[in-house]
């Protein structure tokens, strides 16, 4: 953050006085004591992603990829 703040590339700014902040809507809430240490973040393992390309080249199909 301080290199940003740095070269210029970010500044914190307020919302208009007539306009409300956008609030956690996404999802992000957390219960105290229930889940604050709880990450989660789906990864899939090497060889999960090996075996699939190794069968899609056997049977000549074609991949796509998503981010």
């Known amino acids: 953050m301080a290199s940003h703040v740095a070269?210029?590339?970010w500044r914190l700014d307020?919302?208009?006085?007539c306009t409300k902040?956008?609030?956690a809507r996404w999802?992000?809430?957390q219960r105290p004591g229930e889940?604050?240490?709880e990450v989660y973040a789906?990864?899939?393992k090497?060889?999960?992603l090996r075996t699939m390309v190794a069968i899609a080249a056997h049977e000549?199909?074609?991949l796509e990829h998503l981010d």
């Open 7 to 9: 070269h210029g590339t």
């Open 14 to 17: 307020y919302p208009p006085v």
């Open 21 to 23: 902040a956008l609030g």
């Open 27 to 29: 999802g992000y809430n």
């Open 35 to 37: 889940d604050f240490d």
């Open 42 to 44: 789906p990864v899939s």
């Open 46 to 48: 090497s060889v999960a």
């Open 60 to 62: 000549d199909l074609e």
